[in-house]
């Protein structure tokens, strides 16, 4: 199937979870390239933050995405801004927990799911008439490299991320012939805020880590910057892709889940343990420079 390119420099784009990490990045990125950005996040001051660091014009909404009807309301306020044809819906809000199965608290789950899951779906719902009364542009869908594999004491994100993954992929079948696409991204390591802003009552493992030190090891994984991952997932989607992989975890993912479905685990957690090493300064990975 032949692509169709998706400019967006200069174009009117809308990103939640924009506060930080990779919204934040996409919303610096695609405002210094001279596209009006509307941009969403239950984090006020972090919004402040971001509107004040992009060169361009700007609409900034606290918005907390669960919220189904307050998404519509944004829509609607985004339409009568922008003067011309909205390039994009990067609905990239996003939050963790870690915990087993075993011992996973269900409020948490739940919580994870409502902003993961359901804010997805409630951002799509709310802008895709618009995109399609239009017959152009892009929905941009933030699964994971967890939305590819089952990782342990990821549960309740796994489930969200995967069913990102699936929800988009049926509404790409939905969209053939509307002008409108549906791409889903799926980044590896990223050094955001999601990992400190973390639900965790317990170290999953029972090593007995401070929270601190789980922090630390999973951003020692994180292998691509948030400005990279911008630029990456911007490339993809003006590339007409329909799914965006992003930085060089999410290849490895991506390969050993085709060739080994079932044992995939197995080479993931030889490669973390090299890379907490690596970290350590004991050895490197074979990708890294």
């Not at 996973?104 to 739940?110: G, K, M």
């Not at 618009?130 to 941009?140: C, D, T, Y």
């Not at 630029?231 to 991506?254: Q, T």
Request: hydrophobic share 45%; glycine share 10%; proline share 5%.
């Amino acid at each position: 199937m032949l692509r169709t390119s998706r400019p967006l420099s200069g174009h009117p784009v809308m990103i939640t979870g924009a506060a930080s990490g990779i919204g934040r990045g996409l919303a610096q990125f695609l405002s210094r390239r001279g596209s009006p950005v509307a941009i969403a996040d239950i984090d006020a001051d972090g919004l402040k933050q971001t509107a004040a660091s992009m060169p361009g014009p700007v609409l900034s909404r606290v918005l907390d995405v669960r919220d189904a009807l307050d998404q519509v309301d944004f829509a609607g306020e985004v339409k009568e801004w922008i003067s011309s044809p909205l390039a994009a819906v990067f609905n990239n809000a996003g939050v963790a927990v870690a915990s087993t199965v075993l011992d996973s608290v269900p409020e948490d789950d739940e919580w994870l799911r409502q902003i993961n899951f359901d804010g997805v779906v409630n951002g799509t719902r709310a802008f895709l008439p618009l995109l399609v009364e239009q017959g152009s542009g892009a929905i941009v869908n933030t699964s994971s490299v967890y939305g590819l594999a089952g990782m342990p004491y990821q549960s309740a994100y796994c489930a969200a991320k995967f069913a990102v993954r699936g929800f988009t992929d049926a509404l790409r079948q939905e969209l053939r012939g509307t002008g409108v696409s549906a791409v889903t991204v799926h980044p590896g390591g990223i050094t955001t805020n999601i990992a400190r802003n973390a639900r965790v009552r317990k170290d999953p493992e029972g090593k007995g880590r401070t929270r601190e030190q789980m922090v630390t090891e999973f951003e020692a994984l994180a292998m691509t910057s948030a400005e990279k991952a911008a630029e990456i997932i911007c490339s993809g989607v003006e590339r007409g892709k329909a799914r965006i992989l992003v930085g060089p975890d999410a290849y490895l993912f991506d390969i050993l889940t085709r060739v080994a479905p079932t044992h995939y685990f197995d080479v993931l957690s030889f490669v973390m343990e090299r890379a907490g090493a690596r970290a350590a300064g004991r050895e490197k990975l074979p990708w890294s420079s």
